[in-house]
T-cell receptor, first 116, second 115 residues
Framework: AQSVTQPDIHITVSEGASLELRCNYS??????LFWYVQSPGQGLQLLLK??????LVQGIKGFEAEFKRSQSSFNLRKPSVHWSDAAEYFC??????????????FGTGTLLAVQP | DGGITQSPKYLFRKEGQNVTLSCEQN?????MYWYRQDPGQGLRLIYY???????QKGDIAEGYSVSREKKESFPLTVTSAQKNPTAFYLC??????????????FGPGTRLTVL
C-alpha cells in the first residue's frame, strides 16, 4: 500500500540556519510528489511538486526539494530559515487511479519552530 | 479573485445534530475533495467528486454525506452518525487536465466543534 513517512514530528531551528525536512514514500510506480505548508488554523498552500524530469525542484518562498528514487525520498530544504517559515509541513504522494493526483496520501506532518 | 472558499470558518454543533459545511470554487476545476484533519494524523480523505452528479467515498466516509449538483459547489454534511466529528475540515479542488498542472489546491478550512 502507498504510504508517506515524515519521521520528524517537531523540529526547531534558529533563524538564518539551514533546514531539511525528511519525507520517505512507498509507491510502486514513479510517484507524483508534493510539499504543502500550513499555518495555524489555515488551509494548505502548495510549496512545490515533482512530476518528472529534473530531480531538484524549486518552489515558492525559497524552498527546494530533491527526489531520490534509490532512497524513496523527497526531502525539503531551505538554505536560510526566516521566522515566518514557522508552520506545519506536509509531504504527499499522488497515488490515485483516474489521475495520478486524484488521490493524495499525506504524511503526518512536521511542525517547524524557528528560534530568534 | 479566483479561489476556494469555505464557510463558516468556525462551527459549533450539539450532539445529535446534522451540520453542513460549504465549499465553493471559481477556478473552473472539475474535481473536488473533502479531507478531515486531526492533530498528528495528517489529512484523511472523506469524499471526492470528479464530475457533477457523481462522487466516491474516500477512506473515512462513514457518518458523512455529500452532493455535487453544480461544478462550483461541493457541500459536506456531517451527520449524527459520525461518532467523533470534532475536527478541522479542508476542501480541495483540482483541474483534471493531467500533466504538470494536475494539482490539488486547498481552501482555508472549517473548524467544527461538537458541544
Amino acid at each position: 500500500a502507498q504510504s508517506v513517512t515524515q519521521p520528524d514530528i517537531h523540529i526547531t531551528v534558529s533563524e538564518g540556519a539551514s533546514l531539511e525536512l525528511r519525507c520517505n514514500y512507498s509507491y510502486g510506480a514513479t510517484p507524483y510528489l508534493f510539499w504543502y505548508v500550513q499555518s495555524p488554523g489555515q488551509g494548505l498552500q502548495l510549496l512545490l511538486k515533482y512530476f518528472s524530469g529534473d530531480t531538484l525542484v524549486q518552489g515558492i518562498k525559497g524552498f527546494e526539494a530533491e527526489f531520490k528514487r534509490s532512497q524513496s525520498s523527497f526531502n525539503l530544504r531551505k538554505p536560510s530559515v526566516h521566522w515566518s517559515d514557522a508552520a506545519e509541513y506536509f509531504c504527499a504522494v499522488g497515488a490515485g487511479y483516474g489521475g495520478a493526483t486524484n488521490k493524495l496520501i499525506f504524511g503526518t506532518g512536521t511542525l517547524l519552530a524557528v528560534q530568534p | 479573485d479566483g479561489g476556494i472558499t469555505q464557510s463558516p470558518k468556525y462551527l459549533f454543533r450539539k450532539e445529535g445534530q446534522n451540520v453542513t459545511l460549504s465549499c465553493e470554487q471559481n477556478l473552473n476545476h472539475d474535481a473536488m475533495y473533502w479531507y478531515r484533519q486531526d492533530p498528528g494524523q495528517g489529512l484523511r480523505l472523506i469524499y471526492y467528486s470528479q464530475i457533477v452528479n457523481d462522487f466516491q467515498k474516500g477512506d473515512i466516509a462513514e457518518g458523512y454525506s455529500v452532493s455535487r449538483e453544480k461544478k462550483e459547489s461541493f457541500p459536506l454534511t456531517v451527520t449524527s452518525a459520525q461518532k467523533n466529528p470534532t475536527a478541522f475540515y479542508l476542501c480541495a479542488s483540482r483541474y483534471t487536465s493531467g500533466g504538470s498542472t494536475d494539482t490539488q489546491y486547498f481552501g482555508p478550512g472549517t473548524r467544527l466543534t461538537v458541544l
